[in-house]
């Protein structure tokens, strides 16, 4: 592998990669699982893992299924690319359209609040033209979907194959760590291209023989926002955790094969219970991820009250993207004020009190 290596190289044999795909790479993937402590003992899990998605170079799992899609662009020959974003698609295609010189164009949408500043930063800091449509997610998307066929640009939107192609590694890297599938994966759900994506992945494992079991999918949309579990498209669709705030999902019925497949839900977390989520993983763990990431554990912590047990059970969460992206809800959420000192020594040992004394 490379110096940049990433998920093309590693797993070509499984990718759509001719002699004509250049290995697109700036080292994707590969991202920690890390044991929890806290949550999973609590919950009686066997093992539990948090796989640090935010660990990719633009902060999201939508590097993976990104550095496929240029690839496959840059191996047509294609010289723009364009998506509709909630933030990550947008930062993940600004940053490979930067270093592979693809011009890139995002929608996003316009209202307050729609797009987390870090991300909307990320896209603007890569060049990219970004584009801010007054209407939803669902609406940007059906428009660069029309754009992109009548314009000829390459749509890098999940609805691109080649993006859950790349998205389906992590799974495979799953397998590799843990020498099999886990019981249950737990992951958010959008616009539920990564959920397509990881089942993808496992069964293609399973087929050459390389995880002996398959393990139930469990995605989590956010109850204001929950197209899937409510059975029908969400016109106004809300919650705090902006990555998954969409209405009709594009992967909607690759989203219901898993999870029928795999006898796995697909369930609502109240934006309260992400936000408990998020700030448990922040302060017992030591991990801080954005909000929609955080639905995949509050999706674990309410499986019990489902008659879902976890006693034993081996569970990876997926943590889809890094905390800074979306820095505001923690200093909204956290509840914490700053405390102020005069900067002498006594005034802060009056605050945080005696030395401690080793017995
Ligand atoms: C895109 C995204 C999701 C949702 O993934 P889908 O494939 O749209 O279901 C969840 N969390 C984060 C951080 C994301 O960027």
Redesign the pocket.
């Known amino acids: 592998m490379g110096a940049t290596g990433g998920i093309i190289e590693r797993y070509r044999q499984y990718l759509p990669v001719t002699a004509r795909t250049p290995l697109v790479a700036m080292g994707e993937g590969n991202t920690p699982m890390v044991l929890s402590r806290s949550i999973g003992p609590e919950l009686g899990c066997k093992a539990l893992y948090f796989k640090l ?2 660990c990719n170079p633009t902060g ?3 590097d993976r299924g990104m550095a496929m899609a240029i690839a496959k662009a840059l191996e047509k020959g294609a010289k723009r690319i364009i998506c509709a974003s ?4 947008s930062a993940s295609a600004a940053a490979y359209g930067a270093r592979y010189e693809l011009r890139c164009i995002v929608l996003v949408p316009a209202g307050a609040g729609e797009v987390a500043v870090g991300k909307l930063a990320q896209a603007m800091a890569y060049g990219a033209r970004v584009i801010a449509v007054k209407g939803s997610f669902d609406a940007a998307l059906r428009l660069v979907r029309e754009a992109s066929a009548r314009l000829d640009i390459e749509l890098v939107n ?1 609805v691109n194959p080649n993006r859950i192609e790349g ?1 389906k590694t992590g799974a495979f890297e799953i397998v590799d760590d843990l020498g099999d599938s886990p019981d249950l994966l737990c ?11 990881y089942w993808k992945g496992f069964k293609e494992y399973w087929q050459v023989a390389k995880a002996r079991n398959l393990p139930r999918m469990m995605g989590f949309q956010a109850e204001g926002a929950a197209p899937i579990v409510r059975g029908e498209p969400v016109e106004l669709p809300v919650t705090i ?1 902006s ?2 705030r ?1 209405g009709n ?1 594009a ?1 909607w019925k690759p ?1 219901l094969v898993a999870r029928d497949e795999s006898n796995g839900m697909i369930e609502a977390v109240s934006d309260d219970q992400i936000i408990d989520a998020y700030l448990r993983l922040a302060r017992s763990e030591g991990v801080f ?2 909000p ?2 955080a ?1 995949s554990v509050a999706g674990l912590m309410k499986l019990p009250s489902l008659g879902v047990p976890l006693a034993g059970k081996t569970v990876v969460c997926i943590i ?2 890094n905390g800074l ?1 979306d820095p505001s809800t923690a200093e909204r959420r956290a509840r914490v004020d700053f405390e102020f000192v005069e900067p002498v020594l006594d005034r802060v040992e009056a605050l945080i009190g005696a030395p401690v004394t080793r017995i």
């Open positions: 998605e935010g999201s799992f939508k909630t933030g990550n698609t999940s998205q992951i958010p759900v959008g616009n539920a291209g990564n959920i397509t994506a955790a990555a998954i969409i999902p992967s989203a991820c954005e929609a990431s639905a889809t993207g992206k």
